[in-house]
């Protein structure tokens, strides 16, 4: 059986983007917009993975919606990568990031490198 990926963005194309490279891959995904993507869509799916847009720059839906994630029984353990164009910042964070079991992949990204993350996040998954 293969796992369910989960990734959640902002933009369609990326969205369809990741469904081309995963499916490829062999995994099962979801898709979910940034805007309408609720804890309880994510619950509902259980992915034992999600991939999250990560946005700053006064915008706090990204990072809300990650704090979230972790405060819920359901997904506190899923691992997630956040993909983020805003490295700098989220840097100053990267180690309590890990100490959530949340992997950092900084865009602009090469596959290999998403391949890897998700390769490394997926044995720590529930």
Request: proline content about 5%; some cysteine; charged content about 20%.
């Amino acid at each position: 059986m293969s796992s369910t990926i989960m990734v959640i963005n902002h933009e369609k194309e990326i969205l369809n983007l990741f469904r081309d490279i995963l499916t490829d891959e062999g995994y099962q995904v979801v898709l979910s917009p940034l805007w309408t993507c609720t804890l309880g869509e994510v619950e509902q799916v259980n992915p034992n993975l999600i991939i999250i847009d990560h946005l700053f720059f006064g915008e706090t839906r990204g990072w809300q919606f990650l704090q979230a994630l972790k405060l819920s029984r359901t997904t506190a353990m899923t691992p997630i990568i956040v993909c983020t164009a805003v490295t700098k910042e989220v840097r100053e964070i990267e180690s309590d990031l890990e100490a959530k079991n949340i992997c950092l992949l900084p865009k602009p990204f090469d596959i290999d490198d998403l391949l890897q993350a998700i390769n490394l996040s997926l044995p720590l998954a529930r």
